[in-house]
């Protein structure tokens, strides 16, 4: 049913239509006397909404028509920002610091535009309108003085210091970690005021680095007592009356495979060798929804939070330990629900046949990804006597994993094999090493199985027409493939030109750079050149997995998509989808779609944060040590580069201080006005640590001495050549705008 805002936005957007009075408005759609005070709140609710505007003169008109864009709004920490579009077709604005008016990062704003793309530059834009604040409460550093104090943010994206009254200090001491709620926000030339409602503690503190990260992106800690209690209030006991009409599997051999220190077990796996020479394979996923039922305290909190959240040393759930590590986690040798796809596939890695039944399972093992690989890979003799009535079924599921996976990378998968790493924290929450993280064998069965199960789901939900949510992953930024396809091009490698890029070719030159000196730099640049993937409920594909059906239904105790997926499947299963049902489904899989697209990117910006900041804790113990490296990225500011470790640095254009250099960003290098010495992604450096902001988790390098091959100068000679004629063109790109594509790399 379409509603009255609809029906408006729609009127409005009709090309005859001109700014109209609410009176006129009124008049059209026929609005009695009577309706005419719930007509106005109406249109007070899309103004405040941003999904219209009221002019000068006191008419209604939609922003887009009117010059005006709306969206988010996110600010760099040097002040300017970039409006980010609801309307995912347009491109963002660049807002000058200058232009922003009082609005702070993450503010839902309404847009002028000021200046329209020229060449390279972005359009710009001045916001002139708040219309929802994303900073209720801020978190930062508190600094007194004798009659008030004030509030430094730490997210340096939010440009104000917060006044804060001395009667609204809440006994907070100089220098004290505090929450601070805002209760008048700043104008134009003002800072906001706020009141400290919470202490948390002074910076050094033992935890207070994280929990300041917590806070700062606004994640849940505790669970409301409501849903604690709830959660504490489910029967463990399985009733009867499940046992009587689900899928019994409990004779069924299967194991779960996990890391040493996962406690939330939601998949389970079972392999069979058919006399055909064909496998049956069967995915086992906790069946969550069970406990988590629409609407309920804990399906409430959970949609809320989204997704579970792992930062180092602790995670933030997005269900009740009760439940994560508990009933709902299939522990060994205990009888669990389940939703299972058990999958027929040939030697060739075709589904051949599958079904989706709701079941009972009873694990044999915890196994974990160390274990399997010493068994498979290294051949642990103890190992494989212990779990010998299991030695043939994880033989067979090498077998099957390398048949999966051939059959993906053949169809045009990309796939990266970037280097990982686990950082060591001490009993003081110190990083004490960093250590690479490979993905072994028994990893990448887990991978593989998981894979083709969200694919057969997705496949056969796609086709059974309701409301459902698929992860997708869209065609890259065409410009941002030309700059790549240019690149590579430079390094002897070519990419078909045309408008639809098969993610096959991707892949191809993915192979080709394997095992060579390139390799990092050419992964790192097409995974920039990527979209990011999300939850939606139309099915567009994965591009990067080159998979036209694709969704999450293996985790449903940490991500809420996979929850709601699991809701429906057992719905649709069970007939009980009626037109009526399909048509309430379609606004809940709307919004979980984008909720938890949204969630997901704040817990990755939250995991990152925590990663940089230990990462450069870690290097600030190793002041003057020399470490080789590679070249990750080149800015008009400097470049970085990138450790064994994983970890980045900066050399600042102002350490080459040998020559002036010039930014190239067709070759993405420095090049030296007089010198003609070039530094270009990919390249290998050797660097000494030179200093590390541990407030900022900046890292900073300087060249010790280059370690490339001296061959690679002659070579490069006369590929650079043509450089040197275009230098009066634009090398100057802009801070901003650079600063706005590194931010869209690193995501």
Same mark, same amino acid.
């Given at each position: 049913?379409?509603?009255?805002?609809?029906?408006?936005?729609?009127?409005?957007?009709?090309?005859?239509?001109?700014?109209?009075?609410?009176?006129?408005?009124?008049?059209?759609?026929?609005?009695?006397?009577?309706?005419?005070?719930?007509?106005?709140?109406?249109?007070?609710?899309?103004?405040?909404?941003?999904?219209?505007?009221?002019?000068?003169?006191?008419?209604?008109?939609?922003?887009?028509?009117?010059?005006?864009?709306?969206?988010?709004?996110?600010?760099?920490?040097?002040?300017?920002?970039?409006?980010?579009?609801?309307?995912?077709?347009?491109?963002?604005?660049?807002?000058?610091?200058?232009?922003?008016?009082?609005?702070?990062?993450?503010?839902?704003?309404?847009?002028?535009?000021?200046?329209?793309?020229?060449?390279?530059?972005?359009?710009?834009?001045?916001?002139?309108?708040?219309?929802?604040?994303?900073?209720?409460?801020?978190?930062?550093?508190?600094?007194?003085?004798?009659?008030?104090?004030?509030?430094?943010?730490?997210?340096?994206?939010?440009?104000?210091?917060?006044?804060?009254?001395?009667?609204?200090?809440?006994?907070?001491?100089?220098?004290?970690?505090?929450?601070?709620?805002?209760?008048?926000?700043?104008?134009?030339?003002?800072?906001?005021?706020?009141?400290?409602?919470?202490?948390?503690?002074?910076?050094?503190?033992?935890?207070?680095?994280?929990?300041?990260?917590?806070?700062?992106?606004?994640?849940?800690?505790?669970?409301?007592?409501?849903?604690?209690?709830?959660?504490?209030?489910?029967?463990?006991?399985?009733?009867?009356?499940?046992?009587?009409?689900?899928?019994?599997?409990?004779?069924?051999?299967?194991?779960?495979?996990?890391?040493?220190?996962?406690?939330?077990?939601?998949?389970?796996?079972?392999?069979?060798?058919?006399?055909?020479?064909?496998?049956?394979?069967?995915?086992?996923?906790?069946?969550?929804?069970?406990?988590?039922?629409?609407?309920?305290?804990?399906?409430?909190?959970?949609?809320?939070?989204?997704?579970?959240?792992?930062?180092?040393?602790?995670?933030?759930?997005?269900?009740?330990?009760?439940?994560?590590?508990?009933?709902?986690?299939?522990?060994?040798?205990?009888?669990?629900?389940?939703?299972?796809?058990? &999958? @027929?596939?040939?030697?060739?890695? %075709?589904? !051949?046949?599958?079904?989706?039944? $709701?079941? =009972?399972? /009873?694990? +044999?093992?915890? &196994? @974990?990804?160390?274990?399997?690989? %010493?068994? !498979?890979?290294?051949?642990?003799? $103890?190992? =494989?006597? /212990?779990? +010998?009535?299991?030695?043939?079924?994880?033989?067979?599921?090498?077998? !099957?994993?390398?048949?999966?996976?051939?059959?993906?990378?053949?169809?045009?998968?990309?796939?990266?094999?970037?280097?990982?790493?686990?950082?060591?924290?001490?009993?003081?929450?110190?990083?004490?090493?960093?250590?690479?993280?490979?993905?072994?064998?028994?990893?990448?069965?887990?991978?593989?199985?998981?894979?083709?199960?969200?694919?057969?789901?997705?496949?056969?939900?796609?086709?059974?027409?309701?409301?459902?949510?698929?992860?997708?992953?869209?065609?890259?930024?065409?410009?941002?493939?030309?700059?790549?396809?240019?690149?590579?091009?430079?390094?002897?490698?070519?990419?078909?030109?045309?408008?639809?890029?098969?993610?096959?070719?991707?892949?191809?030159?993915?192979?080709?750079?394997?095992?060579?000196?390139?390799?990092?730099?050419?992964?790192?640049?097409?995974?920039?050149?990527?979209?990011?993937?999300?939850?939606?409920?139309?099915?567009?594909?994965?591009?990067?997995?080159?998979?036209?059906?694709?969704?999450?239904?293996?985790?449903?105790?940490?991500?809420?998509?996979?929850?709601?997926?699991?809701?429906?499947?057992?719905?649709?299963?069970?007939?009980?989808?009626?037109?009526?049902?399909?048509?309430?489904?379609?606004?809940?899989?709307?919004?979980?779609?984008?909720?938890?697209?949204?969630?997901?990117?704040?817990?990755?910006?939250?995991?990152?944060?925590?990663?940089?900041?230990?990462?450069?804790?870690?290097?600030?113990?190793?002041?003057?040590?020399?470490?080789?490296?590679?070249?990750?990225?080149?800015?008009?500011?400097?470049?970085?580069?990138?450790?064994?470790?994983?970890?980045?640095?900066?050399?600042?254009?102002?350490?080459?201080?040998?020559?002036?250099?010039?930014?190239?960003?067709?070759?993405?290098?420095?090049?030296?006005?007089?010198?003609?010495?070039?530094?270009?992604?990919?390249?290998?450096?050797?660097?000494?640590?030179?200093?590390?902001?541990?407030?900022?988790?900046?890292?900073?390098?300087?060249?010790?001495?280059?370690?490339?091959?001296?061959?690679?100068?002659?070579?490069?000679?006369?590929?650079?050549?043509?450089?040197?004629?275009?230098?009066?063109?634009?090398?100057?790109?802009?801070?901003?705008?650079?600063?706005?594509?590194?931010?869209?790399?690193?995501?």
């Amino acid at each position: 049913m379409i509603s009255i805002k609809e029906i408006l936005v729609k009127f409005m957007n009709e090309p005859a239509y001109k700014p109209m009075h609410v009176s006129e408005l009124a008049k059209i759609f026929d609005i009695s006397k009577r309706e005419f005070n719930d007509f106005q709140d109406t249109i007070k609710a899309m103004e405040k909404e941003g999904l219209i505007i009221k002019t000068n003169n006191d008419k209604v008109a939609l922003p887009e028509r009117m010059g005006m864009i709306v969206g988010k709004l996110s600010v760099h920490q040097k002040g300017f920002g970039f409006l980010i579009p609801d309307d995912e077709e347009h491109q963002d604005v660049f807002i000058p610091s200058s232009f922003i008016n009082g609005a702070l990062h993450g503010d839902r704003v309404m847009v002028q535009i000021t200046k329209e793309d020229v060449g390279k530059k972005k359009c710009e834009g001045e916001v002139v309108k708040i219309i929802d604040r994303a900073n209720k409460t801020v978190i930062g550093v508190f600094e007194s003085s004798r009659n008030f104090g004030f509030v430094v943010p730490e997210d340096k994206r939010i440009q104000n210091d917060i006044f804060i009254p001395k009667a609204k200090t809440n006994n907070a001491e100089d220098g004290d970690i505090v929450i601070v709620e805002i209760i008048e926000w700043a104008g134009k030339r003002r800072n906001p005021e706020g009141k400290i409602i919470d202490v948390l503690g002074k910076k050094g503190d033992k935890g207070i680095d994280i929990l300041t990260i917590i806070k700062k992106h606004g994640l849940p800690e505790e669970f409301p007592p409501k849903v604690q209690k709830y959660a504490e209030g489910i029967e463990e006991d399985i009733p009867k009356s499940e046992y009587k009409r689900r899928v019994d599997l409990r004779d069924v051999r299967m194991v779960t495979i996990d890391g040493e220190d996962a406690k939330d077990l939601d998949d389970a796996v079972s392999i069979e060798r058919l006399e055909n020479g064909n496998y049956k394979l069967g995915v086992h996923i906790a069946d969550v929804s069970n406990y988590v039922k629409e609407l309920n305290p804990l399906d409430k909190e959970a949609l809320k939070r989204g997704t579970s959240v792992y930062l180092i040393d602790r995670v933030i759930p997005m269900l009740p330990k009760e439940l994560s590590n508990g009933i709902c986690s299939l522990n060994p040798k205990v009888d669990r629900l389940t939703l299972s796809c058990i &999958m @027929t596939i040939d030697q060739k890695g %075709k589904v !051949l046949d599958h079904e989706i039944v $709701e079941s =009972i399972i /009873k694990t +044999d093992e915890r &196994m @974990t990804y160390t274990d399997v690989t %010493k068994i !498979l890979k290294d051949h642990d003799d $103890e190992l =494989i006597k /212990k779990y +010998d009535y299991l030695y043939d079924d994880f033989k067979a599921m090498e077998e !099957l994993c390398d048949i999966l996976r051939k059959k993906r990378l053949g169809r045009g998968a990309i796939d990266f094999n970037f280097e990982e790493s686990k950082i060591i924290l001490n009993e003081n929450g110190k990083p004490i090493d960093i250590k690479p993280y490979d993905r072994e064998i028994a990893n990448r069965i887990i991978e593989e199985f998981m894979l083709v199960c969200n694919e057969t789901v997705a496949e056969h939900m796609y086709w059974a027409n309701i409301p459902f949510v698929y992860r997708i992953h869209e065609e890259p930024d065409e410009e941002k493939l030309q700059h790549f396809s240019d690149f590579i091009y430079n390094m002897g490698y070519s990419l078909k030109s045309s408008r639809e890029v098969h993610p096959k070719a991707l892949q191809a030159i993915l192979e080709k750079v394997q095992g060579k000196k390139e390799e990092t730099v050419v992964s790192t640049l097409l995974l920039r050149s990527m979209m990011q993937a999300k939850y939606s409920p139309e099915c567009v594909g994965h591009f990067g997995l080159a998979a036209k059906y694709y969704c999450h239904f293996t985790s449903p105790i940490r991500r809420y998509p996979d929850l709601m997926i699991h809701r429906i499947i057992k719905e649709f299963v069970n007939g009980k989808i009626d037109p009526k049902r399909s048509e309430r489904l379609s606004g809940i899989v709307d919004y979980a779609s984008k909720q938890s697209s949204d969630m997901e990117r704040r817990a990755q910006d939250a995991e990152r944060e925590v990663d940089d900041l230990k990462k450069a804790e870690y290097m600030s113990e190793k002041i003057g040590e020399e470490y080789h490296g590679i070249i990750s990225s080149v800015t008009n500011f400097g470049f970085f580069v990138e450790l064994p470790n994983t970890i980045e640095g900066l050399v600042h254009i102002t350490d080459l201080d040998d020559d002036y250099y010039v930014y190239d960003e067709r070759h993405l290098s420095l090049i030296g006005e007089l010198t003609k010495k070039i530094y270009r992604l990919g390249d290998e450096v050797k660097i000494k640590v030179d200093r590390v902001n541990i407030d900022t988790h900046d890292i900073y390098f300087k060249l010790t001495e280059n370690e490339r091959d001296e061959d690679v100068y002659d070579d490069l000679e006369e590929e650079f050549e043509e450089v040197e004629e275009d230098y009066d063109e634009d090398y100057g790109c802009e801070e901003e705008k650079y600063e706005e594509d590194l931010n869209d790399e690193l995501d």
